[in-house]
């Protein structure tokens, strides 16, 4: 048998092996490893190779990983990786009330807790930023009650999924996803091209995002015409959907 490192042998030849109890479910097969050996390693339907040889699990101290195997989960483009993760979550949860004694689940990695924080730092930035507006208006205005009214009506514009809104600009309405919005007062100049390629968008759908926005805001029709129109004659990609759909849903105006 082949050290280590050594290149494989090409050289067909019998490999002695047995049948693990109690089902036969797996085979155990004999490896040498650096001249030493053979340690006994066992090959199940899941392409798993553990080794069952105490002595070399002894030898490498890593008896933890003896048992043990990987589930990967990969999610959708478009899914929520929260959400996927929460969904997981539970399903582990739940089965794990029907695994035997001494099986147990631990996640080994994932990336959420990073988004998650992100958003928690998001969610309090915005809390301290009204709270200053608010102060600010008090200090002015030198009185509760009359403070309160404008204190309800702070204006909250949405900025869209891989928008770019230039520095110190005035955001007054909303900014349509996958657009570059600049200046004051702000206007609308375009797909941001640079956002799309880092983010891997393809071609064929930075095409239709530019022919969607040159129907909505390039062209003869009204905004709502224009969505109408860029349903008919564009394909049914997820991208434009949302861009199309964040422009029919948005409450204050989108930016032309």
């Not at 019998?14 to 390693?41: C, Q, R, S, W, Y």
């Not at 070399?56 to 990987?70: A, H, I, N, S």
Request: proline share 7%; with cysteine; aromatic share 8%.
């Amino acid at each position: 048998m082949e050290r280590v490192g050594d290149r494989p042998s090409t050289e067909p030849g019998d490999v002695p092996f047995e049948l693990a109890p109690p089902n036969d479910a797996a085979i155990i097969v004999p490896v040498k490893i650096n001249g030493h050996g053979p340690f006994k390693f066992v090959l199940d339907t899941g392409a798993t190779f553990t080794c069952i040889d105490q002595k070399l699990v002894d030898q490498l101290k890593l008896p933890e990983w003896r048992g043990q195997f990987g589930i990967g989960v990969l999610q959708l483009p478009t899914a929520n990786s929260l959400q996927v993760f929460r969904d997981v979550s539970a399903e582990i949860g739940r089965l794990s009330r029907r695994f035997p004694p001494g099986m147990k689940v631990d996640v080994a990695f994932e990336t959420t807790s990073v988004v998650s924080e992100s958003i928690r730092e998001v969610v309090t930035t915005l809390a301290q930023a009204i709270a200053l507006v608010v102060l600010v208006m008090f200090l002015f205005l030198q009185n509760w009650r009359t403070t309160l009214i404008p204190a309800i009506t702070i204006p909250v514009a949405l900025i869209g999924t891989f928008a770019f809104v230039g520095g110190g600009s005035r955001v007054n309405q909303d900014v349509p996803p996958y657009t570059k919005a600049v200046g004051n007062p702000m206007h609308l100049y375009g797909l941001n091209s640079v956002g799309l390629q880092r983010a891997g968008v393809s071609p064929d759908i930075k095409l239709a995002l530019k022919r969607a926005y040159r129907l909505v805001f390039n062209s003869d029709l009204t905004v709502g015409q224009g969505v109408q129109r860029a349903r008919v004659e564009l394909p049914a990609v997820p991208e434009v959907e949302h861009f199309l759909k964040f422009i029919e849903g948005s409450q204050r105006g989108v930016l032309v």
